[in-house]
């Protein structure tokens, strides 16, 4: 009896999108890097992607309006109930595919980025959240971020999850950062690479042993401010308006000599604009959003006036937003701008309209000093943290989004869960989501002397 033939293992590596087998791992990332016919067929599944999406999108509109013209109905209440029960089952199910249709596009763009620069892993799967783990003191930080382009035509949103900082005594400081860019990427990008440095070099000219409130709120500003200045700089020398806003949280050893002191750790946010810091706290026994930043939209109160003490426009045209009082020649163009922010990096023309030849702005309608507050963290307490750029809080309040993310078991998770939500329900800005969660390192000492 013939021995029977070994079976021959399936071949490995494939381009299940072009239908495509090849005998090394090489020959494939070529294939993906520089194939016209994969090429071809990305661009297919993406267009039927978006034709799927916006098939969904007329569908919703249309649901929501049934809904409302079934709230002003002149028929039993019964009937109504009913017809508008049976319209949101609807409506949901619809908001979950245009939530999964924008995925798989967004899916597609990174996949994309990570075949060009030959960064794919073996699977040919996307990442639907970055996550990363560090440690400051006894906590355990679990980080996770998400971002979308969303429905706009490019993706001006950054973030960063690694900011590792030495404080001039050796304490160790871990960061994490929101951007959100506009008018261009040149900016946010600037941010990207200059502001962890920049921070670093600060927080070593504090010669002082102990890591103090005060020594950390001087270095970070001045690090925030050098950041902005160095691009403008640049911006001055190229005649472009790129902007960003920025949210900066760090996480500190507590250092007060307090026996008072609750917490061993501290929290410092560090905010420019309108992304937003929010705390999943544990309070009588429920959790609840607690706000740890605010907003710098040109309609609040102080930030009005202080735009309109130095000559700036402050006006609703959709949003609030801060004009240059006349037209200014930049770029080679007269042009009357407008912001819907008021702190920002960047933003060369609204930090020095005057230079432009706009008449009557006496100083920056637009300023990168950021506003800063300090937090006790309580770990068991304070379960975790979220930052977030107006793309998710134009849509979404605080508790909408802490509800979204105690669903889920991880930080990565969480932050994607959050990004997909802010789309499924309208938001048309470019979309980023950052979780941050921790844990207590238990205490030898006390294990030892809870086992005795």
Known sequence: MAAAKPAVPPPRYICFLCKRKFDCSSKLSRHKQLSE????NILKQDEESQKQKEELRHAIAQMRKQIQDLDRADAPEKDVQNQRSTLEQKLQQALGQYGQAQEKLEGSRSLQVAERNGTAGAGGQPKKAEIFETRCGKLLISAGAATWQGNKDVQEDRYILDIQLEASGGQR?????????HSGSLCVDACVEWLPRNLQKCLSAKAKDALTEEHLRSAVTEAILLTDEEFLVKAR?????DGSTGLLALVFPDE?????SSSRHRLMIANIGDSRAVLCRAQGGRLSAVRLSDDHKPGRADERRRIESIGGVVDVQGVWRVFTPSPANFAGRSILWGLAVSRAFGDLLMKEAHKYGCQGVTGELVTATP???FYDLHPTEDRFLVLACDGVWDVLGDDDAVAVCIEHRSADLAAHALTRRAFEIGSDDNITAMVLAWQL???PADAKRART
């Open 173 to 181: 400081i871990v960061g994490f950062c929101v951007l959100d860019g």
């Open 256 to 260: 007060s000599q307090s026996s008072s």
């Open 37 to 40: 016919l994969h090429r071809r």
């Open 371 to 373: 506003e800063l507050h």
């Open 441 to 443: 390192e238990e205490d």
């Open 237 to 241: 020398e190229a005649e472009v308006n």
